[in-house]
Antibody, heavy 115, light 107 residues
Framework: EVQLVESGGDLVQPGGSLRLSCAASGFTFSSYWMNWVRQAPGKGLEWVASIKYDGSDKYYVESVKGRFTISRDNAKNSLYLQMNSLRAEDTAVYYC????????WGQGTMVTVSS | DIQMTQSPSSLSASVGDGVTITCRASQGIGNYLAWFQQKPGKAPRSLIYAASSLQSGVPSKFSGSGSGTDFTLTISNLQSEDCATYYCQQYKSHPLTFGGGTKVEIK
């Protein structure tokens, strides 16, 4: 069974940094694209970033380019999202998802950016 | 970027009814279209991928159709447990994009 477990969400001040992690199991992690998707309170779903199975290709939504970095460690079956220069508008639940068709989702981790 | 337009934004139907949600892409995406169900306070759940393929474990009351720019999600025999917000998503190209969502309620 595919399982994705996110961690690392927290309350952080504007301008601060946070690193999210996602532990994957139940599939051959190194063979699939992985993604981060977020959902601000009361809003719809927004794709944030994607990374190719070998880490050689990465994509970001325009609003996080230059501030967020997606990475992966295939030896540890883990996905990461380094978030710098955080803004209030980054406040959201962040989900780790599997494949570009987003077949499976984690439970999410809450990031709150507020002073 | 490919824009995804969902309609209606909300609907109300009676138990046992069939309902249809539409999703339109701003350009052709072949069949690179997925549908998700999200209940309040929960993570989204994938229902359909490749426009019409049912995810494992998803009941056959859910069905998807379409290709190119126009797609539909149909829910037959609506039950209270189907009350949720439904989203479409294209994965033809990056940036991956979602429709705005359709909230389904029981009348």
């Amino acid at each position: 069974e595919v399982q994705l477990v996110e961690s690392g969400g927290d309350l952080v001040q504007p301008g601060g940094s946070l690193r999210l992690s996602c532990a994957a199991s139940g599939f051959t992690f190194s063979s699939y694209w992985m993604n981060w998707v977020r959902q601000a309170p009361g809003k719809g779903l927004e794709w944030v970033a994607s990374i190719k199975y070998d880490g050689s290709d990465k994509y970001y939504v325009e609003s996080v380019k230059g501030r967020f970095t997606i990475s992966r460690d295939n030896a540890k079956n883990s996905l990461y999202l380094q978030m710098n220069s955080l803004r209030a508008e980054d406040t959201a639940v962040y989900y780790c998802t599997y494949r570009n068709s987003l077949d499976t989702w984690g439970q999410g981790t809450m990031v709150t950016v507020s002073s | 970027d490919i824009q995804m337009t969902q309609s209606p934004s909300s609907l109300s139907a009676s138990v046992g009814d069939g309902v249809t949600i539409t999703c339109r892409a701003s350009q052709g995406i072949g069949n690179y279209l997925a549908w998700f169900q999200q209940k309040p306070g929960k993570a989204p759940r994938s229902l359909i991928y490749a426009a019409s393929s049912l995810q494992s474990g998803v009941p056959s009351k859910f069905s998807g159709s379409g290709s190119g720019t126009d797609f539909t999600l149909t829910i037959s025999n609506l039950q209270s447990e189907d009350c949720a917000t439904y989203y479409c998503q294209q994965y033809k190209s990056h940036p991956l994009t979602f429709g705005g969502g359709t909230k389904v309620e029981i009348k």
